[in-house]
C-alpha cells in the first residue's frame, strides 16, 4: 500500500467516523425485524394478544438490566463491546424468520434485543468519551441522520421486496441481519482501536450531582412509551389508518429526521441544552393535548410526525451530561441511565393501557401532558452553561467531589 494510500485511509478512520457507521449499522436490522414483526407473528407462527405480550415484555427485560453493561466491560474493551452487541443483533434478526413458534421466537427476540440495547447504551457512552464537547451536539445529530438514512433503506427494501417479488418473510430477516453483521464486519477490519481520554470506572455509579439528568431520562423513557404503545395505535383504531399508511408515516419520519438531526445539533451548540429541552416539553405538551382532543386524521399523522420529530431532542440531555460529569463516569452513567429510561417501558404500557384507555384513550394522552409539563419544569432547572459545579439551578449538590 502507498503511503498516500494509507494517508487516506487514516483520514476516514476518525472515532465520528466509526461512530456514524455504527449508527446506521444497527437500525437497518432493527426496522427490518420491527416492520414484520406483526404480520409474521400472525400469520405464520399464529400468535394471539397473549404471545405477542410476552414477547413485547421479553423484548424490554434487557433494556432493563443495561446497568449490567458496566460489568461486561471489566473484560473487554468498550469498543469491542459495542461491535459484539452488534453482531448479536444482527445474528438475532438474521435467524429470526428460521424459528416460526413460540418459542423460537422469544430466544431470537432475547438475543435480538440483548445486542441491541447493549449497544445503545455502548453507544452513548462512547460518542460522549470520543468526542469533543464543543461538536458533541453536532457529532451526535450526524449520528441520528445516519440511523435514519438506514431506517429509509430498510423500509424502501421492505416495501419493494414485497410488494413486486413477494419474498419469503424468513429471507427479509435473513437479509437484514446479514447486512448488519457485513456491517459489522467491515468496522472490525477498517477500524483501529481507539483509546479513551480517561480511564473508566468499572462499577455501578449513582451521583447525588447527575440527579436532574437521572430525572430528565426517566422522563424522556415514560414520554417514548406513548409515543411508541399508544400514538400508532391511536391512528389505526380511531380514524382507520392501514399498515401502508403507517409505514408512509414511518418513512416520512426518517426522512424528516435525517434532514433535522444535524441541523438541531448546530442549534443546540448555539443556543445550549436548556433552550433545546425547553422547546422540547413545550412542543411535546401541545402534541399530546393534541392526540387528546383532535377528530381530523390529517392533524392526528401530522401530530404523529411531529412527535417522532421531538426524539432527536434527546441531543440535549446527552451533551447535558457530558458537559456536567467526571469524564471516569460516563460508561457506568450512560448503563444506569439506559436503565433507569426503561422503567417506564415496564410500567406505562400495561398501566396506562388497563387503567386509561380502557376509559378514554384521550386520558393517556393528558397524562402525556401532564409529563411534558413535569419535564418542563425540571429543564428550567438547567443552567444556561452547565458543567461539573453548575449542574442545576435548583438543588446544587454542596460536596462536589468526584464521590458526589
Not at 285 to 309: C, E
Not at 388 to 400: P, S, Y
Request: with cysteine; proline share 4%.
Amino acid at each position: 500500500m502507498s503511503p498516500n494510500t494509507a494517508d487516506k485511509i487514516r483520514k476516514w478512520q476518525t472515532p465520528e467516523a466509526c461512530l456514524i457507521i455504527m449508527a446506521g449499522t444497527a437500525p437497518f436490522a432493527f426496522a427490518i425485524w420491527m416492520a414484520l414483526l406483526n404480520n409474521f407473528t400472525h400469520e405464520v407462527a399464529g400468535f394471539t394478544g397473549t404471545e405477542i405480550g410476552i414477547l413485547q415484555s421479553l423484548r424490554e427485560i434487557p433494556g432493563f438490566l443495561a446497568f449490567t453493561a458496566i460489568f461486561i466491560l471489566l473484560a473487554i474493551h468498550e469498543q469491542i463491546f459495542a461491535i459484539v452487541s452488534l453482531a448479536l443483533l444482527g445474528l438475532g434478526v438474521a435467524v429470526t424468520g428460521f424459528f416460526p413458534s413460540e418459542y423460537g421466537l422469544y430466544f431470537t427476540t432475547v438475543i435480538m434485543s440483548v445486542g441491541f440495547h447493549y449497544f445503545e447504551t455502548v453507544q452513548m457512552s462512547l460518542s460522549l468519551q470520543w468526542l469533543p464537547k464543543d461538536t458533541a451536539p453536532r457529532a451526535m445529530g450526524r449520528q441520528i441522520s445516519a440511523r435514519s438514512i438506514a431506517s429509509i433503506l430498510a423500509y424502501a427494501l421492505l416495501w419493494a421486496a414485497l410488494e413486486f417479488y413477494s419474498v419469503p418473510y424468513a429471507a427479509l430477516y435473513a437479509i437484514g441481519g446479514g447486512v448488519t453483521l457485513a456491517l459489522v464486519g467491515f468496522i472490525w477490519a477498517y477500524f483501529p482501536k481507539f483509546e479513551h481520554a480517561e480511564p473508566q470506572h468499572k462499577k455501578i455509579i449513582v451521583r447525588k450531582r447527575y440527579w436532574l439528568f437521572y430525572a430528565l431520562t426517566f422522563m424522556g423513557g415514560a414520554r417514548r412509551q406513548i409515543f411508541v404503545v399508544f400514538a400508532g395505535f391511536l391512528l389505526v383504531t380511531k380514524f382507520g389508518f392501514t399498515a401502508a399508511e403507517i409505514s408512509g408515516l414511518y418513512l416520512l419520519n426518517h426522512i424528516a429526521t435525517s434532514w433535522l438531526a444535524p441541523k438541531l445539533g448546530s442549534l443546540i451548540s448555539r443556543f445550549g441544552e436548556r433552550n433545546a429541552l425547553i422547546f422540547e416539553y413545550v412542543g411535546l405538551i401541545f402534541v399530546f393535548w393534541g392526540y387528546a382532543v383532535t377528530g381530523d386524521p390529517t392533524v392526528a399523522a401530522t401530530l404523529y410526525v411531529l412527535d417522532h420529530l421531538f426524539f432527536s431532542f434527546a441531543i440535549a440531555q446527552k451533551s447535558y451530561l457530558q458537559k456536567i460529569a467526571d469524564p471516569k463516569d460516563i460508561a457506568a452513567t450512560s448503563s444506569v441511565s439506559f436503565s433507569i429510561n426503561h422503567i417506564a417501558a415496564v410500567i406505562i404500557p400495561w398501566a396506562f393501557g388497563a387503567l386509561l384507555w380502557s376509559h378514554s384513550p384521550a386520558w393517556v394522552f393528558y397524562a402525556g401532558a401532564i409529563m411534558s409539563l413535569i419535564s418542563l419544569m425540571l429543564s428550567l432547572n438547567v443552567p444556561r452553561r452547565p458543567n461539573a459545579g453548575n449542574e442545576v439551578v435548583l438543588g446544587r449538590v454542596v460536596a462536589l467531589s468526584p464521590a458526589e
